[in-house]
């Protein structure tokens, strides 16, 4: 199966065009549990029990045999209907037992004018295996904020799809965290169908042990004066290995839209392997597109200034990967998940 395939293709030899996934599993009834925990006044159901015309589509912009294996085998999931601005954040906890298979199919329709936030939470302490997939759909001049944040056991495997589709003047905010699993495969695509929508994708990870991430990210820009952007940040040590594939498209006829895509990877050991496919594709002359990776160890000045002040080199190390991630944690409205993701990054980059 491949999954993360790159809309232009590059040399094979590279290994960036796609990820190949061969261990897709039967299907099982999934052992964890979820918890949700929401305002009282907002429509919340299990996908198990919901017959709608958003399930069973397939989309040309993620892989069809995953979206067909999780539409056939799925075991869980919400079906979230926003109509109106909510206040207190949607919080979906989905904790996976030991050898465990979650394959989770998630919907969430905010109407006209509203405004919801949406916390998926994964994690586990045993090896399990996690298959997702959430559509949004943002109708007009709504709100949508998603936070993602996947903290499995570090022998799991978690392969996930969010589809974004944006009416005229919606908003798509989304948050990712990937701090666990050894293999991370995920995929975020938006379409900015209407006019002055938008799109915000802020996204860290921390990579240690043989860990791998391949990570997409693809926004097409379709309506007039759309804006998307996509902020990546990360840190690796070990033999980790990631791949950052992110993809700006600005389609015939989106006259005036903008875009900007940033990634920026911290290396920590000299094993340690980044490679990124920053991708500009435009069919129309009249917008503005942007795009910057980076990969590097941590500034030597920077180092030597903090040194000075009275730290150790671990703190001072610290004190700079801090400062690159912990901005986007900030930003996650939940005080016991950010100090719970700070505190798993920091118990891991002790002695880089």
Sequence with gaps: MKLNELPVKTYRW?????????????????????????????????????????FDKTEEESSFEMQNYINE??????????KK??????KIDFKVESDDLLIDKNIIIADENSNITIIFNYEGAGKSNHFG??????????????????????????????????????????IQVEVGAKNAITNYFTRLNGFSSSSDIKAIYFGDKERVLDL?????????????NIEVKGALKDDAKKIFKGTLDFVKGCKMSKGSEEEY????????????????LCSEDDVEGAHAAS???????????????????????????????????????????????WNSIEGRIDNV
């Design 133 to 174: 997939i959430t559509k949004i759909f943002a109708k007009k001049n709504s709100i949508v904020n998603i936070i993602k944040v996947q903290r499995l056991n570090d022998s799991s495997t978690h392969i996930d799809t969010v589809l974004g589709y944006a009416d005229d003047g919606a908003n798509i905010k989304f």
């Design 265 to 280: 990877t911290i290396l920590l050991s000299k094993d340690a392997k980044s490679d990124s496919v920053p991708l500009l």
């Design 216 to 228: 997409s990210y693809k926004t097409y820009h379709i309506g007039r004066k759309t804006k998307g």
């Design 73 to 82: 085998n799925f075991n869980s999931g919400v079906f979230i209907h926003a």
């Design 295 to 341: 990969t590097g160890k941590l500034d030597e000045n920077k180092l030597f200034y903090i040194m000075s002040r009275g730290f150790t080199e671990n703190q001072a190390k610290l004190l700079l990967i801090e400062a690159s991630l912990k901005p986007v944690i900030d930003l996650i409205p939940d005080e016991k998940i950010r100090e719970e993701i």
């Design 14 to 54: 590279l290994n960036v065009n796609e990820y190949i996934f061969e261990d897709v599993l039967e299907y099982k009834k999934f052992k964890g549990r979820i918890e949700i925990t929401s305002d009282n006044d907002i429509l919340i159901k299990n996908s198990l029990d919901v017959d709608t015309q958003y």
């Design 85 to 90: 601005s909510h206040q207190i954040p949607v």
